[in-house]
């Protein structure tokens, strides 16, 4: 979130009428490092905040949902080989699109295996 244009303008047209930083900051409550860097950036002839870039992804998101929706049962490792990245990028990719690779847990493992034996 920034502040306004409008605001920005107000803070230095007040400044330059012959206020006080000090005066502007309680007026207006914003920080007095924030009016510095209005001035710099006046002063350079941007006011305007700045915009940042979206980077691309390596991973393409619908590729991705629908790899693990034709293979459910894969691993990270094997989606992180057929995406060409590392199984951390997967997981993260898995996080950030909410999805959960659910495999059984060890200690499942083992009471399912006693089970057998009993069997």
């Known amino acids: ?3 306004s244009i409008d605001l920005r303008k107000k803070v230095l047209r007040y400044l330059e ?3 006080s930083k000090k005066d502007a900051v309680n007026i207006f409550g914003i ?3 924030t009016i510095w860097h209005w001035i710099r950036k006046q002063k350079e ?3 305007y905040p700045k915009v940042r870039e979206v980077k691309p992804r390596k991973i393409n998101n619908k590729k991705l949902i629908q790899y693990i929706k034709d ?3 894969s691993y990270l490792k094997e989606i992180a080989s057929a995406f ?3 199984p951390t990028a997967i997981f993260y990719a898995c ?3 909410r999805i959960t690779l659910k495999k059984r847990r060890p200690y499942i493992e083992k009471v399912i295996k006693k089970k ?3 069997i």
Do not use: A, I, Q
């Open 84 to 86: 060409k990245v590392t």
């Open 45 to 47: 002839g941007n006011l």
């Open 17 to 19: 009428n012959g206020g």
């Open 71 to 73: 293979n459910p049962d």
């Open 116 to 118: 057998e034996k009993n």
């Open 31 to 33: 920080c007095e490092r």
């Open 1 to 3: 979130m920034y502040y």
């Open 95 to 97: 996080k950030r699109l």
